[in-house]
Structures are given as C-alpha cells and as structure tokens.
C-alpha cells in the first residue's frame, strides 16, 4: 500500500521530508524499513543559522550526498531495492537528454534542490510533454501568480503540481529556478524491482 505524500513539520525540514516522500513514492508502505526513516532524519537538518541555531539553515548539498550514498549500501546489501544516484552542477537540469528526464521516464523519483524565495527541496515524480509532476513538501493552500504552474488536489500518492520545463534551467534565482551551476544539486532513486529498462521506456511512450 502507498501512502500519501507529506509536508514538512517546520520552515526548515523540507530535505528530509523530500527524501522520505521519495522512499514512500517507490516502495510500499510494508517495504520501508524504520531503519531509513531514522537515518533520513539523522543525516540531514545539518546546517547552523547565523544565530548559531543547528537545524535553523536546513540540509545541506554534503548531507544529500552522503544519504544517497549510504541508500545505495542499503540496496547493495539487500536491505531496500533502492538505488541512488548524486548529481550536482551541470548535469542537473531539465531536458530530453538529462539523467532527470531519463529517471522520471523510467519510473524514478527525483529529489530536486531549487529555489522559491530561498533554496528548498521539493520531488519530481514524473515527466511528460514540457511538464514536470511535483510534489512539494511546503504547504501552500493559495493559487500561484504563475498561472502556468498547477496545484493538483487529487494526487496525494504522487505530485500537488504541475510545473513547465522553463521554470527550471534558469540560473537566476526566480520561482522554481535550479539557479547558478555551482549551487545545483539532485538526488536520482530507483525502487530496482520497478525500474524500467530503455527497450521498456521507448514501448512504454510510444
């Protein structure tokens, strides 16, 4: 059974809420071990605020990366079918040649760092035209300025957006933007036993 997708408890907790959505996207609820739920916590909420307050920054780029690679030993020794992948700079963005693309085609979950009105988390559950199904974990009960970008109401096992493409390859710090090259960053999951092949992909969307 697959359980709806949720929002952050805080202003500042979007990272792990973001990666547990991504387990809870893939696998069925009896499959999540507790194991992964704690640890997702454990490793991220690492940054310091100005005041020196732990947690108050959010998660940072190292922690991501450590987690998938600590979620790729758990597939490798069994303990989940999950495979991950860390991407970060130049190869983060959204197009028909990208490892986003390509992971969302073949029935992956991205975790996506962005930026809003600061720089936030949010999970890419699918991908189809020039559009881009999201979910994010910051609740937001009003309709966007950007007439474009869709709230969606009645997919809570998979996305609460719709956004086009254009949105997100922009280096300047606008709505949903990945932002400078520097600064990018996206975590790639599979759930092995569902992961679709190339030959698969291709008959799947034609």
Known sequence: MKNPLHYQFSEYDCGPTTMQN???????????????????????????????????????CAAMMFLSNWLNSMG???????????LSGKSVYIGNESYVNDALKRGGAVVLRLYTDEWHYVLLTGIDGKNVRMFDPYYCDQEYEQKDIIRVLDQPTCCNRIVPWKYFNKTALNMYSLGPYDGREAVILFNEK??????????YFI
């Open 22 to 60: 991504a387990i809870s996207f893939l696998f069925e609820r009896e499959e999540i071990l507790p194991e992964i739920l704690r640890n997702i916590m454990l490793y991220c909420l690492d940054c310091y605020s100005s005041d020196g307050n732990p947690g108050e920054s959010g998660t940072s």
């Open 194 to 203: 569902t992961r679709l092949t190339e030959e698969e992909t291709i008959e």
């Open 76 to 86: 490798n020794i069994d303990k989940l079918a999950v495979s991950s992948k860390y």
